[in-house]
């Protein structure tokens, strides 16, 4: 059996488990935006401080929560949904830079096939319920992708029409036999 080594405050004595939990929440909630811009820049993630206010009031802890611990995967289940349009780009960017500055795999799920396209580099696209997979596309776009530049291009239209046509085909499919 593993022996704990004990730290002792205030005449209690806690377990390096507890300690380290305690100050992982006070991290989370006490860092600063500056302080979490200069996180990202450590990391070689340059972004205005406006940018991380936006992400920081949208998502709480989330980023230093990554930051810190840097996870192999990040799973990010519909983030951008209850945000508008030009947030939702800025962060998608921003995510973007995340991704290429530290090694993780990020899973996103997301129902809008432009952001699925602009994010990816595979997109695996479900059917309906009862869910399994209906098409596992590559997608080719090179990096670093912009979102006026990337969406414009040709390549990035004919992805984004393809697994639109899928899907809505799919749906219609659905909805006569359902």
């Not at 022996?3 to 005449?11: A, E, F, L, P, V």
């Not at 488990?17 to 990202?40: G, K, N, P």
């Not at 952001?115 to 590559?138: G, H, K, M, Y």
């Not at 912009?146 to 659905?174: C, M, N, W, Y």
């Amino acid at each position: 059996m593993r022996r704990m080594r004990k730290i002792s405050y205030s005449g209690y004595r806690f377990p390096p488990e507890i300690i380290h939990q305690a100050v992982w929440l006070y991290l989370q909630f006490t860092l600063s935006f500056r302080d979490v811009e200069d996180l990202l820049a450590e990391r070689g993630i340059v972004v205005s401080y406006e940018t991380v206010r936006r992400w920081v009031n949208h998502f709480g802890p989330l980023i230093p929560r990554g930051l810190i611990c840097e996870p192999e995967v990040l799973l990010m289940d519909e983030p951008f949904s209850a945000v508008d349009a030009m947030t939702r780009a800025i962060l998608q960017e921003l995510i973007l830079k995340i991704w290429e500055a530290l090694p993780i795999t990020v899973l996103f799920v997301t129902h809008d096939v432009d952001e699925a396209v602009f994010l990816s580099d595979r997109i695996i696209s479900l059917s309906r319920a009862p869910a399994s997979l209906r098409e596992d596309v590559l997608i080719d776009l090179p990096y670093p992708r912009d979102q006026i530049v990337t969406r414009a291009a040709p390549e990035f239209h004919a992805f984004r029409q393809t697994l639109f046509s899928s899907i809505f085909q799919q749906e219609k499919e659905g909805l006569a036999h359902g």
